[in-house]
């Protein structure tokens, strides 16, 4: 007998086939790139890393381009083949991208971990959960209260996106 988790968990293997996935997508494309949000998409998910329904825990969905790095264009003489401008590929993962700069938007929230919730054909969407080091809550919760004695933990590669690059 499997528990709802799983069930949660076997139905995003194939995020495509799910019922209202593509109205989702279509949805977060129209709005800001970093949202904030009452409750994950993925329960499952959430809850494996980290996620917790109480206060001081904040999520966040961001959304970051797909492809390649572009270099802005060299203003000087240079030959064309030598510009290199375009296929480069950024020494962390897109995921890892997305912790920074939800981490720069909310400076006073440390970035616990984060999860894949789609793409479209555009960009990726991720959502990161971020834990407030100051709140009661968190500083007396035993499983948590490491987070604050921590500081800039995603900009450090402590995230488990960031460690993969590493």
């Not at 996620?51 to 790095?69: E, F, H, M, N, P």
């Not at 290199?84 to 971990?113: D, M, W």
Request: charged letters at 30%.
């Amino acid at each position: 007998m499997k528990s709802s988790y799983k069930y949660i968990h076997d139905a995003w293997k194939k995020p495509g086939q799910l019922p209202s996935y593509k109205g989702m997508v279509r949805h977060w494309r129209t709005e800001g790139v970093i949202k904030r949000i009452d409750r994950p998409t993925r329960l499952d998910r959430a809850h494996a890393l980290g996620y917790k329904a109480k206060q001081g825990y904040v999520l966040v969905r961001t959304r970051i381009g797909k492809g390649g790095r572009h270099r802005p264009k060299i203003r000087k003489g240079r030959r064309p083949k030598r510009l290199g401008r375009i296929y480069f590929t950024t020494k962390q993962s897109h995921q890892a991208i997305a912790e920074k700069r939800v981490a720069r938007s909310f400076p006073n929230l440390e970035c616990l971990n984060s999860y894949y919730v789609g793409e479209d054909g555009q960009n990726k969407y991720y959502e990161i959960i971020l834990v407030d080091p100051n709140h009661p809550v968190i500083k007396s919760d035993k499983n948590i209260s490491w987070i604050t004695k921590q500081r800039k933990r995603v900009y450090r590669g402590l995230t488990s996106a960031a460690k993969k690059a590493r």
